[in-house]
């Protein structure tokens, strides 16, 4: 097979899945998070909509306002490989972390080709500053942050010069960084077509490549990072896990490791709408 083929497949992390076909898989997808979502959305008390920038996607959306108002808080950034899906898809997120009484923010933001990907870094960095004002002013003790698979990236985009340039009180503020089916390693994307929106050059994939970075100087106050990924995901998003939480682990930062057995790069994040579910209950333990 051609070496152009492979890599398609190897960033295709539908074409792993075990337990549909492709399309199959996606619709059912689609399918399952909009309807979880919509009933979580008419369940419980939200602010939605709550512009962070310009434009009509760099909104967010709070859920659990019904809470104490110092109650901990997580917040989500989704996946798509920054050109598709939106924060609606994963208003239920929010739905088991408020059994355990915890707030959740869902960030939204413009998708390439509408802008760069260095944009949608620094959407993601304003949008949490903006939940770090939020936090602050409601006296709220402790954060986490996730994404899943590109939302991952977004996530751990925010270390290290983001994050150590934050206040101390907004920097102790977050506990934990939950890293879910991540890309770390962005360079076999640009020979791909998902680099058709995104249109990176090597030099661009290279900078925007958390593998690369130097995570040394967040040690201090660091929260810890779960860099967590799934078995049958592609081959290609294991390794990426597996080597970036070597890094992470030789430059002495705080992490754990996970590979969650019989899941998949999509049901690894539906899983979130159990209450039970390890990672619901690790964000929960590392808000404590
Ligand atoms: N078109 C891709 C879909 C995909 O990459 C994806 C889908 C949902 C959530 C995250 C994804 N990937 C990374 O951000 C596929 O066929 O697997």
């Given at each position: 097979?051609?070496?152009?083929?492979?890599?398609?497949?190897?960033?295709?992390?539908?074409?792993?899945?075990?337990?549909?076909?492709?399309?199959?898989?996606?619709q059912k997808y689609e399918e399952l998070i909009s309807t979880l979502s919509n009933d979580t959305r008419?369940?419980?008390?939200?602010?939605?909509?709550?512009?962070?920038?310009?434009?009509?996607?760099?909104?967010?959306?709070?859920?659990?306002?019904?809470?104490?108002?110092?109650?901990?808080?997580?917040?989500?950034?989704?996946?798509?490989?920054?050109?598709?899906?939106?924060?609606?898809?994963?208003?239920?997120?929010?739905?088991?972390?408020?059994?355990?009484?915890?707030?959740?923010?869902?960030?939204?933001?413009?998708?390439?080709?509408?802008?760069?990907?260095?944009?949608?870094?620094?959407?993601?960095?304003?949008?949490?500053?903006?939940?770090?004002?939020?936090?602050?002013?409601?006296?709220?003790?402790?954060?986490?942050?996730?994404?899943?698979?590109?939302?991952?990236?977004?996530?751990?985009?925010?270390?290290?010069?983001?994050?150590?340039?934050?206040?101390?009180?907004?920097?102790?503020?977050?506990?934990?960084?939950?890293?879910?089916?991540?890309?770390?390693?962005?360079?076999?994307?640009?020979?791909?077509?998902?680099?058709?929106?995104?249109?990176?050059?090597?030099?661009?994939?290279?900078?925007?490549?958390?593998?690369?970075?130097?995570?040394?100087?967040?040690?201090?106050?660091?929260?810890?990072?779960?860099?967590?990924?799934?078995?049958?995901?592609?081959?290609?998003?294991?390794?990426?896990?597996?080597?970036?939480?070597?890094?992470?682990?030789?430059?002495?930062?705080?992490?754990?490791?996970?590979?969650?057995?019989?899941?998949?790069?999509?049901?690894?994040?539906?899983?979130?709408?159990?209450?039970?579910?390890?990672?619901?209950?690790?964000?929960?333990?590392?808000?404590?």
């Amino acid at each position: 097979m051609s070496e152009m083929i492979e890599l398609e497949k190897l960033y295709s992390p539908s074409y792993w899945n075990k337990r549909y076909p492709r399309d199959e898989l996606i619709q059912k997808y689609e399918e399952l998070i909009s309807t979880l979502s919509n009933d979580t959305r008419h369940e419980i008390a939200c602010n939605l909509n709550i512009p962070y920038g310009n434009g009509d996607k760099r909104k967010l959306d709070v859920f659990g306002t019904d809470l104490p108002t110092d109650a901990p808080i997580f917040i989500f950034i989704h996946g798509g490989y920054w050109q598709e899906g939106n924060k609606d898809l994963f208003s239920y997120v929010a739905r088991s972390l408020h059994r355990h009484g915890c707030k959740t923010i869902i960030i939204g933001y413009t998708l390439c080709p509408q802008c760069t990907l260095h944009e949608i870094v620094s959407d993601v960095q304003l949008a949490i500053k903006v939940c770090l004002k939020y936090a602050l002013e409601n006296k709220t003790k402790c954060i986490s942050i996730g994404g899943h698979s590109a939302g991952a990236h977004l996530a751990i985009s925010l270390f290290p010069k983001f994050y150590t340039n934050l206040t101390n009180d907004e920097r102790k503020l977050l506990k934990s960084v939950f890293l879910i089916s991540g890309i770390y390693n962005l360079m076999p994307l640009v020979k791909t077509t998902i680099n058709d929106p995104l249109k990176l050059t090597e030099v661009e994939a290279e900078n925007l490549s958390p593998m690369f970075w130097n995570f040394e100087h967040v040690t201090d106050t660091s929260p810890k990072f779960f860099v967590i990924a799934s078995e049958n995901d592609s081959p290609a998003f294991v390794k990426q896990s597996e080597l970036f939480a070597n890094n992470l682990k030789k430059q002495e930062v705080p992490n754990e490791y996970m590979l969650l057995e019989e899941l998949d790069h999509f049901n690894i994040i539906e899983k979130m709408a159990d209450e039970n579910y390890v990672i619901v209950k690790s964000i929960v333990n590392s808000l404590a």
